[in-house]
Structures are given as structure tokens and as C-alpha cells.
């Protein structure tokens, strides 16, 4: 074979890789997340759970047709996303399993909101994004994602539904990976609903806790359950006008990834401003690796730029950040899932 004069030595042997059909899978990925949104859409898992079922079988509970469906469950089992025996069956697989609406840490309702429409327009806008330093759903939608939540109910629902999902398996790992005094205050800021905040209760019933966040999430608290009665108090209010006081742990679960560095220096400064004496701050975010190996923060570094001109960081960026604060961060505890819990205490 005859070598192009722009390709030589080590990339002689990358002659034999299809990039044309491996460029062409990459750009039809936007069909991946139409078919996962399909899927979830028509409750396939749903019908799945207690036994496989043809596509035949799976039209006539879902009111689609058989052969477009087989092509779309066919597709997503590629990806270990169900998988279809010698019969054609399909079966479900431990990913699709978390598609079912009752099973434990669903992620039904996250798939539905990330590949919602709101979602999919912005990412398409990702080239704007890049050229104009800014986030594309505030020139397509025209105001910042959060200003726009307040406005459309039906968004603001999905999207609390959707957090909802992809925070009650982190809650968990949260809870059991960092050492939580036995005693004190926990104050979640910014905690939606409150599920952190209750899985930490449980855990520790000595400790009292504080959520704060706006009013529509705070309307919908998680914190009612008996054995936590008299032990927390929700407050509806904004970040960066300040925190309550006094709190022994002040979390930031998936709070900082939403912003840039002015804002979250705003936010943790307040609860630098609140701590007592010897409290700490926990932020629960993605910390990079370096490298080049995947890592699901770096898929949510590039939608934090698209959607709300925030960003995901490294372990160096974190210790700039805090101590622009007056705060120091003194470590790192990697968790099962893909965020890490990072450690601070006042300078």
C-alpha cells in the first residue's frame, strides 16, 4: 500500500482504521440519546421487568409499531442498553434495569429531562457556545437557565424530578464516604429538596440540619419522615445574599458546577461569613482527572458550559477557588459514584 506524503511513521499503521465509520458513529450520537429518550419514553424497561418480551410483544403494550421499535432496542443494545437473544427477545441488562420507573435510584425521570428538547437545543448550540465565550441557552432561550426554570413550571418539575434521580444514589455514597460528626449542625445549601440532607440525618441521629434553596424546591421538601421530626428546618432563600448562621457543615452538592469562579467565590464566601468556630465545608462535585481517559466529568464540564456558564474543576482549581474564600481545602475523599466530596476549613 502506498503511503500518503502526510502520513508517516508512527500513523502508518492507522491506514487500516475506518475513521470514516467510526466519525460517522460519533456524529450520529444525537440518535443514541433519541433512542435512550424513546425507551424511556415508551416504559420499555417497565414492560421488560418481569420477563423478556419480542418486539411484537413490546408494540402492543406501547402502541408502536414492531419493526421501528426492534431497529431502536436492536441499536441500544449495542450500547449494553438491553439485549436481544437468539429468539429476538429482548431482555433487560443492569442499565436498562435503572430505566424502570420502580426500581431503586430510577433514573427514568434524569433520562427524560436530559434528553428533553430544552437540553437537546442547547447542546445543539455548542458552537456558539465556544465562539462567543457564553452559555447557548441564554441566546436561544433569552435568559439564564435558572431566571427560565422560574418561569415554566412544567420545566422547573423535570428538572427537580430529573436532580431528584441523579442525586439519591450520590446521597448514599455522600453519607457513607465522609465522616460526619456524630454531633452539630449540617446546613445543605442549595440542597433542592432536601434528600442529602435526610440520608445524612438517618445516619447520624444526633445531628440537626438546615436546607436552603429557593422556595419552589424547598415547597417540596423530602424531610417529613418521623424519626427526623424536631431535628431540621427548611428556609427558602438565595445563596448570594447569604446562609444560615452557625452551621458545623455547610454542603455544596452539585451548587458550584453551575457557575464561574466570581459567583461561587460569592457563595462560598458566605458561608465562610456563617461558619462557627471549626466548621467545615463539603463541596460534592466532579473533581477532573488529568489525562486523557474518560471521566463523566468531563461530559459534565462541557454541558455546565453550554447550559448555565458553569464548570467542572481539578483538584488545583478547587484550591485557588476556596482560598479566594479564606478557606483551605484539606482533602479529597473520591466516592463509588462520580463525584467526590472536597474538604475545606476557614484560613
Not at 187 to 194: A, H, I, K, L, S
Not at 204 to 211: D, E, I, K, M, Y
Not at 238 to 254: M, N, S, T
Not at 258 to 275: F, G, K, Q, S, V
Request: proline share 6%; net charge negative; aromatic share 6%.
Amino acid at each position: 500500500m502506498e503511503t500518503p506524503e502526510n502520513v508517516t511513521g508512527e500513523h502508518e499503521a492507522d491506514l487500516d482504521t475506518d475513521f470514516a465509520g467510526l466519525l460517522t458513529e460519533h456524529a450520529l450520537g444525537h440518535l443514541f440519546s433519541a433512542a435512550l429518550r424513546t425507551a424511556a419514553s415508551c416504559r420499555i424497561a417497565d414492560h421488560l421487568a418481569s420477563a423478556p418480551r419480542t418486539p411484537q410483544d413490546l408494540a402492543l403494550l406501547t402502541d408502536t409499531d414492531a419493526g421501528h421499535l426492534r431497529r431502536v432496542l436492536r441499536y441500544l443494545a449495542t450500547r449494553g442498553i438491553f439485549r436481544e437473544d437468539e429468539a429476538g427477545a429482548f431482555h433487560l441488562t443492569p442499565v436498562a434495569d435503572a430505566l424502570r420507573t420502580d426500581a431503586p435510584y430510577s433514573q427514568h425521570a434524569l433520562v427524560l429531562m436530559l434528553t428533553d428538547e430544552t437540553f437537546q437545543r442547547t447542546s445543539a448550540g455548542l458552537e456558539e457556545t465556544v465562539r462567543k465565550a457564553g452559555p447557548s441557552f441564554e441566546r436561544i432561550f433569552g435568559q439564564p437557565f435558572f431566571a427560565h426554570l422560574a418561569t415554566d413550571p412544567g420545566l422547573r418539575e423535570l428538572f427537580d424530578d430529573g436532580m431528584r434521580a441523579l442525586s439519591a444514589p450520590v446521597d448514599e455514597v455522600v453519607a457513607e464516604t465522609y465522616p460526619f460528626p456524630e454531633r452539630g449542625t449540617v446546613v445543605d445549601v442549595g440542597g433542592g429538596r432536601g434528600g442529602l440532607l435526610r440520608t445524612i440525618l438517618r445516619r447520624h441521629p444526633a445531628l440537626t440540619g438546615v436546607l436552603l434553596d429557593q422556595a419552589p424546591a424547598v415547597s417540596r421538601h423530602v424531610l417529613g419522615d418521623d424519626e427526623l421530626k424536631g431535628r431540621w428546618r427548611a428556609e427558602s432563600g438565595d445563596f448570594f445574599a447569604g446562609v444560615p448562621e452557625g452551621g458545623d457543615i455547610y454542603v455544596l452538592k452539585h451548587v458550584l458546577h453551575d457557575w464561574p469562579d466570581d459567583a461561587c467565590l460569592r457563595i462560598l464566601r458566605n458561608c465562610r461569613a456563617a461558619m462557627a468556630p471549626g466548621a467545615r465545608v463539603l463541596i460534592v462535585d466532579s473533581v477532573l482527572p488529568t489525562g486523557n481517559d474518560p471521566h463523566l466529568g468531563k461530559v459534565l464540564d462541557v454541558a455546565m458550559a453550554a447550559i448555565v456558564d458553569g464548570q467542572e474543576r481539578t483538584a488545583s482549581e478547587f484550591t485557588e477557588l476556596l482560598a479566594g474564600a479564606g478557606l483551605e481545602l484539606t482533602r479529597i475523599l473520591p466516592t463509588r459514584a462520580f463525584p467526590s466530596v472536597v474538604e475545606a476549613v476557614a484560613v
